[in-house]
T-cell receptor, first 115, second 112 residues
Framework: DGGITQSPKYLFRKEGQNVTLSCEQNLNHDAMYWYRQDPGQGLRLIYYSQIVNDFQKGDIAEGYSVSREKKESFPLTVTSAQKNPTAFYLC??????????????FGEGSRLTVL | SQKIEQNSEALNIQEGKTATLTCNYTNYSPAYLQWYRQDPGRGPVFLLLIRENEKEKRKERLKVTFDTTLKQSLFHITASQPADSATYLCALDRPGYNKLIFGAGTRLAVHP
């Protein structure tokens, strides 16, 4: 079945370590997104990519990095520079690249906890 | 900047009743507005999209209205069921930017 796969589901990290969250989609969508979700807050955009080898910063990009070497893959690295990385991370994709995005298809999320 | 307000308090209703959730926004009017459902520990799932020139949209037991004068969208679930219990998020596009802005969501609990 087509969809978005995020891994791992749960991840624990020690302070000072970088971690990479995986996001793979087989929907043939051009646009991919990373959001962060904290209790009581709306989803906040970290990075997005509309085409392979290109990506843009979202509203809270500091302390994060991404790559888009393949259409299907958009991994997110949470670096040690991110001050408060404990959160629920959601990857999404959309078939639209021009103008505003349409419907977003989300993965099941990755919960990162910093010990 | 655009602000989206959804009722942070949980909405508790009896099975069979109509649930009505509110999404208010400030500043610019979006070209369209979306509603998503999110279950605990899961990713959001798209439900409905309504455009600025549409007053109302329906899908099975779901109905969404969009009032650009009031800067408000209402999301209705008729004949609610316990399986409808979840958090519902509204999201607005930002013209000229390829991204959505999400509200914090409202948790709905439908009791038998």
């Amino acid at each position: 079945d087509g969809g978005i796969t995020q891994s791992p589901k749960y991840l624990f990290r020690k302070e000072g370590q970088n971690v990479t969250l995986s996001c793979e989609q087989n929907l043939n969508h051009d646009a991919m997104y990373w959001y962060r979700q904290d209790p009581g807050q709306g989803l906040r955009l970290i990075y997005y990519s509309q085409i392979v080898n290109d990506f843009q910063k979202g509203d809270i990009a500091e302390g994060y990095s991404v790559s888009r070497e393949k259409k299907e893959s958009f991994p997110l690295t949470v670096t040690s520079a991110q001050k408060n990385p404990t959160a629920f991370y959601l990857c999404a994709s959309s078939p639209q690249t021009g103008g505003a995005p349409g419907e977003l298809f989300f993965g099941e999320g990755s919960r990162l906890t910093v010990l | 900047s655009q602000k989206i307000e959804q009722n942070s308090e949980a909405l508790n209703i009896q099975e069979g009743k109509t649930a009505t959730l509110t999404c208010n926004y400030t500043n610019y009017s979006p070209a369209y507005l979306q509603w998503y459902r999110q279950d605990p520990g899961r990713g959001p799932v798209f439900l409905l999209l309504i455009r600025e020139n549409e007053k109302e949209k329906r899908k099975e037991r779901l109905k969404v209205t969009f009032d650009t004068t009031l800067k408000q969208s209402l999301f209705h679930i008729t004949a609610s069921q316990p399986a409808d219990s979840a958090t519902y998020l509204c999201a607005l596009d930002r013209p000229g930017y390829n991204k959505l802005i999400f509200g914090a969501g409202t948790r709905l609990a439908v009791h038998p």
